[in-house]
């Protein structure tokens, strides 16, 4: 069964640096989605991405934070000067997007640790 | 934007009782209610969802409840196993984005 693939599973950075999650979303999928939880907390939304573009973000998702898709599967999150506050595991998930399909599947998540 | 709330946020049962997990929402336009479950340091995993055209959905020892007028929904397990033991977490859409409640960590004892 195809599964949403994320690396590294496990990032350490200090604060100020940037960082670059990579995610290989199922292959057929239209949508993509970034979450993050901190640790205990509920899963949050930050932004998910249609067509080449955003097609929602929250409020977390500011101007540190970009996606791309730079090539035909990989899909990542760029946070530029990360912050303490970023600590936390980040999940990207992703949908088929037709009609009538809602369904999201998560991938196994990268731990950003920033000291 | 949506609001979810979930309830309780930790649960203990015995091996082999039920459970019951129960959420609202602040959307009435949301239509689908999926229910996810998580084991420590793994990824949110997809075990049932419903949509709002339909009151209850089943899916061998579990199920989900929706009641549109009160905006809450639920997720029933009977025959609880030690397995069962994660954090399980409801979510509605907003648009395409989905809103997770809090979180309610069942423990099952053996």
């Known amino acids: 069964e195809p599964e949403v693939t994320q690396t590294p599973s496990h990032q350490v950075t200090q604060m100020g640096q940037e960082v670059i999650l990579r995610c290989v979303p199922i292959s057929n999928h239209l949508y993509f989605y970034w979450y993050r939880q901190i640790l205990g907390q509920k899963v949050e939304f930050l932004v998910s991405?249609?067509?080449?573009?955003?097609?929602?973000k929250s409020e977390i998702f500011d101007d540190q934070f970009s996606v791309e898709r730079p090539d035909g599967s990989n899909f990542t999150l760029k946070i530029r000067s990360t912050k303490l506050e970023d600590s936390a595991m980040y999940f990207c998930?992703?949908?088929?997007?037709?009609?009538?399909?809602?369904?999201?599947?998560f991938g196994p998540g990268t731990r950003l640790t920033v000291t | 934007g949506e609001n979810v709330e979930q309830h309780p946020s930790t649960l203990s049962v015995q091996e082999g009782d039920s459970a019951v997990i129960k959420c609202t929402y602040s959307?009435?336009?949301?239509?689908?209610f999926p229910w996810y479950k998580q084991e420590l340091g793994k990824r949110p995993q997809l075990i049932i969802d419903?949509?709002?055209?339909?009151g209850e959905k089943k899916d061998q020892r579990i199920a989900v409840t929706l009641n549109k007028t009160a905006k809450h929904f639920s997720l029933h397990i009977t025959e609880t196993q030690p397995e069962d033991s994660a954090v399980y977490f409801c979510?509605?859409?907003?648009?395409?984005?989905?809103?997770f409640g809090s979180g309610t960590r069942l423990q099952v004892q053996p």
């Open positions: 979510a509605a859409p907003y648009r395409r984005a989905l809103t």
């Open positions: 959307d009435s336009a949301s239509n689908y």
């Open positions: 991405f249609y067509n080449n573009e955003i097609s929602e």
């Open positions: 419903i949509r709002s055209n339909v």
């Open positions: 998930a992703s949908s088929e997007g037709q009609v009538g399909t809602y369904e999201q599947y």
